[in-house]
């Protein structure tokens, strides 16, 4: 036989109902800037097109360790990158939109052996509802550019 207790007591149907909106809302916590803040390590899958023409394209992958302040910096004296292409440092500003979890878009700066070798964008970015993990995609005007298009996955460490 089924237990009905919770069915016919009107004021544990509204503790049980406020309970799960409560548990709801926790989950779903805002985000603010200082959730970017830390280190991040971050592996992507990058596709560079060198002929348009009959689609021929290569792919790499890249290992980064991004630190972030609290403002949202990061610069080339802390952050690196490892991929089949070689090293390389990168700095950038990431800005939280609004009370959401996405990032607004933003130029991040490569430096190979020091030097700026070019700026890719940061098109899409997001943290997850627990602030622990991000995706990011980029470059999304490599047609016109050349620039390499490329999807992160961040974890915060």
Same mark, same amino acid.
């Given at each position: 036989? !089924?237990? #009905? =207790? $919770? @069915?016919?007591?009107?004021?544990? !149907?509204?503790?049980? +109902?406020?309970?799960?909106? %409560?548990?709801?809302?926790? /989950?779903?916590?805002?985000?603010?800037?200082?959730?970017?803040?830390?280190?991040?390590?971050? *592996?992507?899958? &990058?596709?560079?097109?060198?002929?348009?023409?009959? #689609?021929?394209?290569? /792919?790499?992958?890249?290992?980064?360790?991004?630190?972030?302040?609290? =403002?949202? +910096?990061?610069?080339?004296? *802390?952050? &690196?990158? %490892?991929? /089949?292409?070689?090293?390389?440092?990168? &700095?950038?500003?990431?800005? $939280?939109?609004?009370?959401?979890?996405?990032?607004? @878009?933003?130029?991040?700066?490569?430096?190979?052996?020091?030097?700026?070798?070019?700026?890719? %964008?940061?098109? &899409?970015? @997001?943290?997850?509802?627990?602030? *622990?993990?991000?995706?990011?995609?980029?470059?999304?005007?490599?047609? $016109?550019?050349?620039?390499?298009?490329?999807?992160?996955?961040?974890?915060?460490?």
């Amino acid at each position: 036989m !089924r237990n #009905h =207790n $919770i @069915a016919y007591k009107p004021l544990a !149907r509204y503790a049980l +109902a406020a309970l799960l909106s %409560t548990a709801s809302i926790a /989950s779903q916590a805002e985000c603010v800037q200082r959730d970017l803040a830390g280190t991040w390590l971050v *592996s992507g899958l &990058s596709t560079v097109t060198f002929d348009p023409v009959n #689609h021929s394209e290569a /792919s790499f992958t890249t290992f980064c360790k991004v630190v972030v302040g609290n =403002n949202g +910096a990061f610069a080339k004296k *802390s952050s &690196s990158c %490892t991929s /089949s292409v070689g090293a390389s440092t990168i &700095s950038g500003k990431m800005e $939280i939109v609004g009370k959401t979890c996405t990032v607004k @878009a933003f130029p991040m700066k490569v430096f190979v052996t020091g030097q700026p070798t070019t700026t890719f %964008t940061v098109d &899409s970015m @997001a943290l997850d509802k627990g602030k *622990s993990t991000f995706t990011a995609t980029g470059n999304k005007d490599s047609a $016109i550019t050349g620039l390499a298009q490329f999807i992160w996955q961040g974890v915060k460490q």
